[in-house]
């Protein structure tokens, strides 16, 4: 199934004092382009957040006012592309693989969300496919995307969740990156 990736990497890293997780490096390879390439057979991949460099070719885009939060980002990011199935995901998926896609489209069915729990079980919306109809439908519903929060967003959609994974455990302080 044709989707395409949507990969949020504008937030402020806050946590980790302001330094750009985007382009934080594990084994080499930044967690941005950890997660381009897990996306690479994506029909369009958009990126929002500043434009920085990457081993692959990728559409940039920034929500309008810039730092506006996940769903604004979303919102930016779905004027990119036309594939049936968006691909949402952060930048701070240092783990997640070619695989777990295929297994986020593929799981997908009827629903309108498949999305990955990490090790704690927790649901991750930031990591998960979902039918592009839907969330652009969540998405005008919400009016003004800025600050506001994707779980209230994205609530009324009908989702199912893959088992706990390494995959969707995203990396939100130093300590997230200990095993």
Known sequence: MEYDALVLAGGGSTRFGGVDKAMLVLDGITFLDRVLT????????????????????????????????????????????TAPVVVVLSCDLPWLTKDDITNLVTGLGDHDGHGLRDTDGREQHLATAYR?????EAITRVGDPRDKSVRRTLAALDFTWSAPTRSGRDVD???????
């Open 173 to 179: 302080t130093w300590s997230d990156l200990d095993d």
């Open 38 to 81: 897990a996306t690479e057979d994506a029909t369009s991949t958009v990126v929002v957040g500043p434009v920085r460099s990457t081993g692959r070719p990728v559409e940039w885009t920034v929500e309008d006012p810039p730092s506006g939060g996940p769903v604004a980002g979303i919102a930016a990011g779905l004027a990119h592309g």
């Open 132 to 136: 592009r109809t839907a969330l652009a």
